[in-house]
């Protein structure tokens, strides 16, 4: 029988005998969990002398001996020569430094798992009989992918410390979620959530975890940010994992950075998890790059509930692009605010509705005429508005054509 442990590699001396391509895929390993790597080899791969280039680890270009083990607390013997790595193995169990061999499980006295990370909780698996790399991979993959589609509860049995995760959730297609956080959804005890996003998600939640609707629409904001910051504080600190979950990118005209200040300032511990942004992501999904070569080469994201500043009316009479977000109530005074800066009438506008979602919907025209457009086909919020040459319906395909 195995005995499965974890090991706390980091600023710790790793050894490595051999450069090739065994070798290389393990010190990603050892380099991500923070481990001092230590390569000894007369030749290495490409990527392996990159990291050494960068200093991420250290190579000695020549054969491995004894007294390279010295301060080493784990060994990988992964050289091309079997009898070399039963070697070092035996130098290193002489020493008592656990050591993987590489050309022998058996020979060595550890066995690296097959492993994936899930926010604060790892799965590692493998053989204790005779190793079959491909098939603890395989049943490592099914297990991550089990526990990132939220089908596993990760929430906390012992009682601990509460804590904040600010999640980005998208621009509303629930696909568009970072993995973390998925995984951090499933480890909720309680949820805030915002209107908006990829509120979906919430059927996949258990039942006892505690789901508090604090959206906002355009004009009804029933929750004061206040009150918002008031509920993850005291969640937290009555002990529980809180979850607060927002459309697009916490940090993008999301108030998340009040959330945040609100939880440092009372010592809760908090994480970001960041978004993909609706004001990049729902253009994209809609067929339009808010850069594109030969066309713009830059970009400006703006709140639209002040109007047009001034910052976005020069990028408008400049030709780059701007992307409004929360524009819809004020686009004519956008539009008014552009033309009187100087920005073409001509230039080309689109207002994406429902970004990746059901329903989604795009209103097109330029700036002399697109506000009567939007009144025309009842344009509603949540909408992204795109201002710029790169919103012509046709770019895409003309630009594929020209390029050689």
């Not at 959730?169 to 209107?195: C, F, H, K, N, Y």
């Not at 993850?232 to 108030?255: I, M």
Request: hydrophobic share 45%; with cysteine.
């Amino acid at each position: 029988m195995t005995a499965l442990f974890g090991l706390d590699l980091r600023g710790r001396r790793v050894v490595v005998a051999g450069g090739g391509t065994v070798a290389s895929r393990r010190v990603r390993r050892f380099l991500s969990e923070g481990a001092a790597v230590v390569v000894v080899a007369p030749d290495a791969s490409d990527d392996l002398r990159r990291h050494a280039q960068h200093g991420d680890l250290e190579w000695r270009d020549r054969g491995i001996v004894e007294e390279d083990l010295d301060d080493a607390w784990f060994v990988l013997a992964a050289t091309d020569d079997a009898g070399l790595n039963d070697q070092v193995a035996a130098w290193a169990e002489a020493r008592r430094v656990f050591c993987i061999d590489a050309s022998d499980a058996s020979r060595g006295t550890a066995r690296q798992a097959a492993a994936s990370t899930h926010g604060d909780l790892a799965i590692g698996v493998i053989s204790t009989d005779a190793p079959d790399p491909a098939r603890i991979r395989a049943v490592r993959d099914a297990l991550a992918a089990h526990v990132d589609a939220g089908a596993v509860d990760l929430r906390r049995h012992r009682e601990g410390t509460g804590r904040v995760i600010l999640v980005g959730s998208g621009p509303g297609d629930p696909g568009l979620i970072t993995v973390r956080g998925r995984q951090a959804l499933a480890e909720a005890d309680v949820v805030v959530t915002d209107r908006l996003g990829a509120t979906e998600l919430l059927v996949t939640v258990p039942y006892d975890v505690e789901v508090i609707n604090v959206g906002k629409s355009p004009d009804n904001h029933p929750v004061p940010q206040a009150e918002i910051n008031r509920i993850l504080v005291e969640h937290a600190l009555a002990g529980r994992t809180v979850v607060r979950l927002k459309g697009g990118d916490p940090f993008v005209f999301g108030r998340g950075g009040e959330e945040a200040h609100a939880c440092i300032v009372a010592g809760v511990d908090v994480e970001v998890v960041p978004g993909v942004t609706s004001a990049l992501s729902v253009p994209a999904r809609a067929g339009i790059p808010v850069t594109q070569r030969g066309v713009a080469t830059s970009v400006l994201v703006t709140s639209g509930h002040a109007g047009a500043d001034r910052a976005a009316v020069a990028a408008m009479a400049s030709g780059a692009t701007v992307v409004i977000l929360m524009g819809v109530s004020a686009l004519p005074e956008i539009v008014a605010a552009g033309l009187a800066g100087g920005a073409n009438p001509e230039t080309p506008v689109a207002i994406i509705e429902k970004g990746t979602m059901q329903g989604e919907r795009v209103t097109r025209g330029n700036l002399a005429d697109i506000a009567d457009n939007a009144t025309e086909t009842g344009v509603k919020p949540p909408a992204v508005i795109v201002i710029g040459d790169v919103a012509r319906p046709e770019l895409l395909a003309s630009e594929i054509a020209a390029t050689p």
